[in-house]
């Protein structure tokens, strides 16, 4: 079974521009999930989504925004990009329910300058 | 709100030496807890989970009990390798679907 993907791998934007990260989750599995990794403040949950609705969301301001599609790809935006948005971001796929454990991607690396 | 406060290191051991890392939480209800590993570079990977009180996760030599009456679930290994060297984070999932985690602690094994 293919594991998680996330594409770009790698992206360098300038700040104010915004972006678009991409996931592709595991066969079957309905739910992904969003997180921001750096070295300060360590892995913060963005957000999950759930058979394409949002179920979960963290502590970010309304830049960081995503949405599922019916094939549970996943997709997440970030507006008006800051210094600060600089980050490796990681995304999650699992069942959704039960005690499920998330399957991470490799994650896309943003330099914001 | 849920939290999750492990040693941050870091910590370095020479080949073949024991290892304990540990995790304690605060959540309401009965959370699933898990220990998850980042090698350089790389994404997280998941080392071991349990979902209930007195439930032993393990994976590739790595234990972890889940201690609800102290609230812990402390990684251990006893013959670390080399190749063992990383970031381990511990985390937990609540009521609410997330998962919260420690800031990760990284290990370094010499030879």
């Known amino acids: 079974k293919a594991g998680v993907t996330q594409t770009p791998r790698y992206l360098i934007k300038t700040r104010g521009q915004q972006v678009t990260l991409s996931c592709s989750p595991i066969?079957?599995?309905?739910?992904v999930s969003w997180y921001q990794q750096t070295p300060g403040q360590g892995l913060q949950f963005l957000f999950e989504y759930f058979s394409e609705t949002q179920r979960n969301k963290g502590n970010f301001p309304g830049r960081f925004s995503g949405r599922q599609f019916s094939n549970s790809r996943s997709e997440m935006n970030v507006s008006t990009l800051e210094l600060g948005d600089s980050a490796l971001y990681l995304c999650a796929s699992s069942t959704g329910q039960g005690p499920y454990e998330q399957y991470f991607g490799p994650g896309t690396r943003l330099t914001v300058t | 709100g849920d939290s999750v406060t492990q040693m941050e290191g870091p910590v370095t051991l020479s080949e073949e030496a024991f290892l304990t890392i540990n995790c304690t939480y605060t959540a309401t209800g009965y959370p699933s807890l898990f220990w998850y590993v980042q090698y350089p570079g790389e994404g997280l990977q998941l080392l071991l989970k349990?979902?209930?009180?007195?439930d032993k996760g393990s994976n590739k030599g790595f234990e972890a009990t889940y201690r609800k009456e102290t609230t812990s679930f402390h990684l251990e290994k006893g013959s670390v390798q080399v190749s063992d060297s990383a970031v381990y984070f511990c985390a937990l999932r609540g009521s609410n679907y997330k998962l919260t985690f420690g800031k990760g602690t990284l290990l370094t094994v010499n030879p």
């Open positions: 349990a979902t209930k009180a007195d």
């Open positions: 066969s079957g599995h309905r739910s």
